[in-house]
């Protein structure tokens, strides 16, 4: 089956290469892919900015239909629309796991990075990542589910924005998207920045019922500050924004050193806190809001391309263009 794998260590190295069929070991499941979302991460791996192990299929934002079931696996998942968390195995022993805190493990190996992921027209998975999708949702919009559990994970667990907080989210990117819709579920009158460039970005937050402003142009003394660009400059900006006490959550990730003027921490006591990845829990928290229609995925895809695109969907990407773009492999066969 083609599949886009990132091959050898170092910059680049990534290509669209046929590699074996998958089955389902004991507790598994395989996905046939009808979505594959295309991650920050996955430019970062490419730019081996994020650790990887090659030769590995890339891609960790998957929805599909259940295929395979392996030994001990409930049948009744055969045929499922689901999608899946994307931790492939953890140790089950240190503190964090221990503590309910895989994201955290030591030895976790996740898809995309570590173990084949979902930029293939099929993927393993253990069964206890899966989860069903409501019959309405999109099967690509579908793959957002992920990206939004990794912002249930900044953003509620515990929850940092309290009804009628004034909450400033700098990049309007799908994370950021993300981001402002639970900010504004928990009850945030919530801003999104951009940069003149992003306007097509912020024209989709605007058809959400978001505030928009471009960079610079923000109010002052927020409550919270969400930095989701993942630049120095947005995480400059929302230092600068924050209000006395206030908080600052780092969800966007640089993927490089920065130099951002940190003494704005001390100078106004905020309180600093990031996330990485999603936890069970804060999958649950997704896929509620998901059913309860309080957050919506669909606006968020701006293209459903092959597989054979990604080099231009990559460079695309670097330079800001659309917002979600999801790869269905079914398009290169």
Known sequence: MKALVKLAPGPGNVGLVEREP?????????????????????????????????????????????????????????GARVVAETYFSTCGRCEWCLDGRVNLCPERRSIGSVVDGAFAPRVVVPARNLHRIPDWLDEHAAALAEPLACVCH????????????????????????????????????????????????????????????????????????IECSGSAGGATACLEAARRGGRYVQIGVFGKPVTVPLDRVFEKELVVTSGFASTPRSWRRAMSLIEGRVVELEPLVSEVVALAEWERVFADLRQGSGIKVVFDPRRDI
């Open 22 to 78: 998958v089955r389902p070991g004991p507790g598994e499941v395989v996905i046939e892919v009808r979505g594959a979302g295309v991650c920050g991460t996955d430019l970062h791996i490419e730019a081996d900015e994020f650790r990887n192990v090659p030769p590995v299929t890339m891609g960790h934002e998957v929805s599909g239909a259940v295929a395979e079931v392996g030994d001990g696996v409930d049948p009744g998942w055969l």
């Open 154 to 225: 900044c953003l509620l667990d515990p929850p940092v924005v309290a009804p009628a907080d004034g909450v400033l989210v700098t990049g309007p990117g799908p994370v950021g998207l993300l981001a402002a819709q639970v900010a504004r579920a928990a009850g945030g009158h919530v801003c999104v920045s951009g940069l003149a460039s992003d306007e097509a970005r912020l024209s989709v937050a605007r058809e959400l019922g978001l505030e928009t402003v471009l960079a610079g142009e923000h109010s002052e003394d927020q409550d919270v500050v």
